[in-house]
Every structure is written in C-alpha cells, then in structure tokens.
C-alpha cells in the first residue's frame, strides 16, 4: 500500500466554507455530523479527537488566535466529544481539529481535518454586507473528510484487507458455470442482476468448478453462485459467501433482492441467507 500513502501528487476532498462568525459553530457542528457520517458509513467509529493549537509561528494577531482556538473547543464542548489538545499541531494560520481512526487491527490514520481561520478573509480582503447594511468580514472553515482520496483508498484496503462490504466491492458476485452449455444462462442470470444495479461476473474458464469456487473465494468475491442443470430446473440455487456458508435453494429473484438491499443500504455484514 506504500504506493498510495506516499503519492507525490494527490486529490483531497477539501472544502472552504465561507460564513458569518455568528454562524461559526454550527457550521463546525455539521462538519462533525458529517464527518461521524461518512466514516460511520465505511465502517469506521469511535474517533480519536485531538484539538491542534497554534504554532510558535503564525500569521494570526493574538485576539483572532484566541477567537479560533476558543470557537473550536465551544463546538467540541457543544458536540460532546472528547478530546486531547495537541500543542503546536495546527497550521500557521489557524487552529484546527484532527480526527483520528482506528483500522481492523487498531492502527491510527487521521483522515479528517477541521481547521478554523481568520487570518485568510483578512489577507483577501473578504466582505459581506450584513443585515445592517454595512461591511463586515466573514470566518473560513478549511475542512478534508476523506483527506487525500489515495491515502484514504490505502486505508480502506488495509483496514478490509480487501474483503470489502457488497457496497464497496467491484465484483459483488460471481457465476460459476457446471459446464460450457450453462455459461450462457449464467450470462442471462449475471444481466437480471445488473439491471438490478449489481456487479456480476461469469467466470467461464475451462477449469473445474472447484478451481473456479477457490478463486472466487481467493478473489474476495462477497458471492459465488455455481450454475448447473439442476438449478436450472428448480429455478433456486445455492448461493456461497466469502466465507464458504453455504446456503442451498435460494430462488433467484430472492437473491437479486436481498443483494440489492444490502448494497444499497451500504450495510457492513453480509446478508444472512438462511433467514430468508
């Protein structure tokens, strides 16, 4: 994974909000909501807050650095996270918050940045005319979610160790032919699942189908479904996880729908198949 967490260019999904200082901290109240959000989503929580204060050298007059650091720990305190302070950890125009998450082996990564400036609407002259029609200088918010997006790939990798939830694989099942004369019904299966906005494959390779279930399974391929006469004839099949549960005499379009509720709803554990 050295290849994407050291990257000599990379993209971050940051984003400037722009706002008056009465909106400061609900505006940082809803970075916080959606950052828990969108990690909660990949499969991530219980951050690591750090509070990053000001280095020796900043570009800030002392009254807006206290401006900042105290509307950043106001959010923290409103918000109810805890929190540690990293002294000197912030960014020379501005203090800012850190989160930190765990991966599946209790690794760190900071992958969101919440920083607090006053210093930049100053030095681009920024105004807004405000309700009493005068000039007044608004507040920038820097924040990264994700952070850079390679790194973040890199993280996900790591922390799955490519055993992605259905959501997130590029290959959410796999057809396994019996013979050549069921490669074409796997194809028509693998279509009915695609229109149902699934990522299907047909492994048609001459090769056993125990050859092809180990590769599925070496692959990570979230499902395997093997295709053979007599599945054919009973319009059900026996649908593999990852894992190798096994469970037979599925109907198909019980198949497309719960795969199809499982990936849209971004749910993190495989669909009990047996339950159905």
Same mark, same amino acid.
């Given at each position: 994974?050295?290849?994407? !967490?050291?990257?000599?260019?990379?993209?971050?999904? &940051?984003?400037? @909000?722009?706002?008056?200082?009465?909106? !400061? $901290? &609900?505006?940082? /109240?809803? $970075?916080?909501?959606?950052?828990?959000? @969108?990690?909660?989503? *990949?499969? *991530?929580?219980?951050? @690591?807050?750090? /509070?990053?204060?000001?280095?020796?050298?900043? @570009?800030?007059?002392?009254?807006?650095? +206290?401006?900042?650091?105290?509307?950043?720990?106001?959010?923290?305190?409103? =918000?109810? !996270? %805890?929190?540690?302070?990293?002294?000197?950890?912030?960014?020379?125009?501005? %203090?800012?918050? &850190?989160?930190?998450?765990?991966?599946?082996?209790?690794?760190?990564?900071?992958?969101?940045? $919440?920083?607090?400036?006053?210093?930049?609407?100053?030095?681009?002259?920024?105004?807004?005319?405000?309700?009493?029609?005068?000039?007044?200088?608004? #507040?920038?918010?820097?924040?990264?979610? !994700?952070?850079?997006?390679?790194?973040?790939?890199? $993280?996900?990798?790591?922390?799955?160790?490519?055993?992605?939830?259905?959501?997130?694989?590029?290959?959410?099942?796999?057809?396994?032919?019996?013979? &050549?004369?069921?490669?074409?019904?796997?194809?028509?299966?693998?279509?009915?699942?695609?229109?149902?906005?699934?990522?299907?494959?047909?492994?048609?390779?001459?090769?056993?189908?125990?050859?092809?279930?180990?590769?599925?399974?070496?692959?990570?391929? %979230? =499902?395997?479904? #093997?295709?053979?006469?007599?599945?054919?004839? +009973?319009?059900?099949?026996?649908?593999?996880?990852?894992?190798?549960?096994?469970?037979?005499?599925?109907?198909?379009? +019980?198949?497309?729908?719960?795969?199809?509720?499982?990936?849209?709803?971004?749910?993190?554990? %495989?669909?009990?198949?047996?339950?159905?």
């Amino acid at each position: 994974m050295h290849g994407l !967490l050291r990257i000599r260019g990379g993209t971050q999904d &940051d984003s400037h @909000i722009i706002c008056r200082p009465d909106q !400061l $901290v &609900d505006e940082i /109240l809803a $970075v916080f909501d959606l950052t828990l959000e @969108i990690h909660r989503t *990949f499969g *991530f929580s219980d951050p @690591i807050v750090n /509070l990053s204060t000001l280095p020796g050298q900043t @570009i800030l007059e002392p009254e807006m650095a +206290a401006r900042a650091t105290e509307t950043l720990v106001t959010a923290l305190e409103r =918000y109810g !996270l %805890p929190y540690t302070e990293a002294e000197g950890e912030g960014t020379f125009y501005g %203090p800012k918050v &850190d989160f930190h998450f765990r991966d599946a082996i209790g690794r760190l990564w900071q992958l969101t940045t $919440v920083q607090c400036d006053f210093a930049l609407p100053e030095r681009f002259d920024m105004e807004y005319t405000g309700e009493d029609n005068q000039r007044h200088r608004p #507040v920038m918010l820097h924040r990264a979610i !994700l952070g850079t997006l390679e790194r973040f790939s890199a $993280v996900l990798i790591e922390h799955y160790g490519g055993a992605f939830p259905l959501w997130l694989s590029p290959e959410q099942i796999r057809f396994v032919p019996v013979a &050549d004369r069921h490669v074409e019904h796997c194809r028509t299966l693998a279509d009915r699942t695609r229109a149902a906005g699934l990522r299907p494959s047909v492994d048609d390779a001459k090769e056993s189908v125990g050859k092809k279930i180990r590769a599925a399974q070496l692959m990570k391929v %979230p =499902y395997t479904v #093997v295709v053979g006469d007599r599945d054919l004839e +009973a319009g059900t099949f026996t649908i593999r996880d990852r894992n190798g549960t096994e469970t037979p005499g599925v109907p198909f379009d +019980a198949i497309v729908a719960a795969l199809s509720d499982e990936s849209g709803s971004r749910r993190l554990q %495989p669909t009990d198949f047996s339950a159905l």
